[in-house]
């Protein structure tokens, strides 16, 4: 019987964007997740996203009844980690693909700047609330997003699954509309936790790994001291930016091949 994965999607991408990825990894592993987190009113937006991490835990739950890997890319890598904490028993450990835990004076920094809405001007958030949210076509809304130098650097496979996942046929004329509610993702870059950190200060009660963009502006604005304390040093180093596992799927379906291998290894040691 093959292990099994749940993943957790980044913030605006719904799990089926990461399909190149989960065949890659479907041989060795059955892949599970929630297609878009956050749209369930029963788990609304707040700060440090403690009903998101319900949502998450409650699909858990749910479904198995033996402890799962859990892998997950930014939003969903910071889940993964806050459902492992809670809920120890039923992880056996998580990989977080460019999730960097924010700690110490960052996360001060981060309050403060929460509070005064700066942090708004320093991520994606402002630009989600005026995101454009309808195409007059599947060829039109290819045309717009592959014409973003961000979006460009992807592999089609997955920019394609992106259009028919992210942004599906919403009427009979072929019109598209945003499947991502432009409001929740926006309240989740406004929420971004803070004492993270400081919930890891005596280490994660599982195994954990890191995957890390080498040009990641993510990681250069948070650093990594406090993922390394919560990884033991478990951090690989991939080509791309924040978004990698959309440009290098394959390479980083291998990379959480090995993560795995590496975690598994210290559940036995």
């Avoid at 929630?34 to 009113?41: F, L, Q, V």
């Amino acid at each position: 019987m093959k292990e099994i994965i749940h993943f957790s999607h980044a913030n605006g991408f719904p799990a089926s964007t990461y399909r190149t990825m989960f065949a890659e990894l479907s041989d060795d592993y059955e892949l599970r997740y929630i297609e878009r987190i956050g749209h369930d009113a029963r788990y609304p937006v707040t700060s440090d996203w403690p009903h998101l991490v319900e949502e998450l835990l409650d699909d858990i739950g749910a479904r198995y009844e033996e402890p799962v890997w859990l892998v997950g890319h930014s939003l969903g890598g910071y889940l993964s980690l806050m459902a492992a904490l809670k809920r120890p028993h039923w992880v056996r450990g998580v990989v977080m693909l460019d999730s960097p835990v924010v700690a110490g004076w960052r996360a001060g920094v981060l309050r403060v700047s929460q509070w005064t809405g700066l942090d708004e001007r320093l991520s994606p958030a402002a630009a989600t609330r005026t995101r454009r949210t309808h195409w007059p076509s599947r060829e039109e809304a290819w045309r717009h997003f592959h014409a973003k130098p961000a979006f460009a650097r992807w592999d089609e496979r997955v920019l394609s699954d992106y259009i028919d996942f992210g942004i599906p046929q919403t009427a009979p004329d072929g019109t598209r509309t945003l499947a991502f509610d432009r409001q929740i993702e926006y309240l989740i870059y406004r929420t971004l936790p803070r004492t993270l950190g400081a919930r890891l200060a005596h280490g994660a009660p599982v195994p954990v790994g890191f995957v890390a963009g080498t040009h990641s502006k993510e990681i250069r604005q948070v650093g990594l001291e406090a993922t390394k304390r919560a990884t033991g040093g478990s951090i690989e180093w991939l080509e791309g930016s924040h978004l990698f596992p959309m440009e290098k799927p394959i390479e980083t379906a291998r990379a959480v091949q090995r993560m795995l291998r590496v975690l598994s290894a210290e559940l036995v040691a």
